[in-house]
């Protein structure tokens, strides 16, 4: 059996086109996903009543169903729902919206307990210094203690976007053509799939592996500031 790899070659600008895709929904459901994973983590670190119950139902759920279910639901269910609101008028929403507001929210839910855990890692003392200092309680989240916290899970955050850039590929089952999707309808078109599932599994490899050593080079530089700032008991001891 051979193999003929220069088929890739001549399908690239439609890989590129998926690939872009696949960037696009990538960078928009981290950004989303951040932004509203960083909203529902304040809810849930000041406790506010109610709301923190809501936050902690939503944030479970989401987290304990598959990815790929959720997208059934948002595609068949949601224009059900706007159906009922709407007075019975016919309301349907499209692939892309439903592939870039599903994972908007599915990554919100891991992002709030991402950041969630930066908020506890943050010294209580830096809030009560925002008190001190005059600033309301939004001041002293906005300027003062999400910016820490969102530094001390950066690691854990570009993991978390590597996870969201290996799990675009489900939309396939939105008819969506991301960049596997591509390689997979050349692939089967031109009977090539030895060769582009092996083109698509290295590119996402290259990418994967760079953004993981970008993980453990920023877990890396973490653990050097923190010790350098935390002295040794026998310095401490020295020193007094």
Same mark, same amino acid.
């Given at each position: 059996?051979?193999?003929?790899?220069?088929?890739?070659?001549?399908?690239?600008?439609?890989?590129?086109?998926?690939?872009?895709?696949?960037?696009?929904?990538?960078?928009?459901?981290?950004?989303?996903?951040?932004?509203?994973?960083?909203?529902?983590?304040?809810?849930?670190?000041?406790?506010?009543?109610?709301?923190?119950?809501?936050?902690?139902?939503?944030?479970?759920?989401?987290?304990?169903?598959?990815?790929?279910?959720?997208?059934?639901?948002?595609?068949?269910?949601?224009?059900?729902?706007?159906?009922?609101?709407? *007075? *019975?008028?016919? &309301?349907?929403?499209?692939? !892309?919206?439903?592939?870039?507001?599903?994972?908007?929210?599915?990554?919100?839910?891991?992002?709030?307990?991402?950041?969630?855990?930066?908020?506890?890692? &943050?010294?209580?003392?830096?809030?009560?210094?925002?008190?001190?200092?005059?600033?309301?309680?939004? !001041?002293?989240?906005?300027?003062?203690?999400?910016?820490?916290?969102?530094?001390?899970?950066?690691?854990?955050?570009?993991?978390?976007?590597?996870?969201?850039?290996?799990?675009?590929?489900?939309?396939?089952?939105?008819?969506?053509?991301?960049?596997? *999707?591509?390689?997979?309808?050349?692939? !089967?078109?031109?009977?090539?799939? &030895?060769?582009?599932?092996?083109?698509?599994?290295?590119?996402?490899?290259?990418?994967?592996?760079?953004?993981?050593?970008?993980?453990?080079?920023?877990?890396?530089?973490?653990?050097?500031?923190?010790?350098?700032?935390?002295?040794?008991?026998?310095?401490?001891?020295?020193?007094?």
């Amino acid at each position: 059996m051979t193999y003929d790899f220069s088929a890739i070659a001549r399908a690239l600008p439609y890989l590129g086109e998926g690939m872009i895709f696949t960037l696009k929904l990538t960078l928009f459901a981290f950004l989303g996903g951040l932004v509203l994973g960083t909203v529902l983590a304040v809810i849930r670190h000041i406790s506010v009543p109610v709301l923190d119950r809501v936050v902690w139902a939503y944030v479970t759920v989401m987290r304990s169903i598959p990815l790929i279910m959720v997208l059934f639901w948002f595609f068949f269910l949601v224009p059900l729902v706007l159906r009922k609101f709407s *007075g *019975g008028m016919a &309301v349907s929403v499209s692939p !892309q919206l439903t592939a870039f507001a599903t994972y908007t929210l599915f990554e919100a839910a891991y992002f709030c307990e991402i950041i969630r855990s930066g908020l506890f890692s &943050v010294p209580r003392g830096q809030f009560e210094g925002a008190k001190a200092l005059g600033f309301s309680t939004f !001041q002293s989240y906005t300027l003062v203690i999400v910016p820490q916290a969102l530094k001390a899970v950066v690691p854990i955050m570009v993991t978390q976007a590597i996870i969201l850039f290996q799990d675009t590929s489900l939309v396939y089952v939105l008819s969506l053509t991301d960049f596997v *999707g591509a390689a997979s309808k050349i692939a !089967q078109r031109d009977g090539k799939l &030895v060769e582009f599932y092996t083109f698509a599994a290295l590119i996402y490899f290259i990418i994967c592996s760079g953004f993981a050593e970008l993980a453990d080079h920023l877990l890396h530089r973490r653990s050097l500031k923190d010790t350098v700032r935390t002295p040794s008991p026998s310095a401490a001891t020295a020193a007094s």
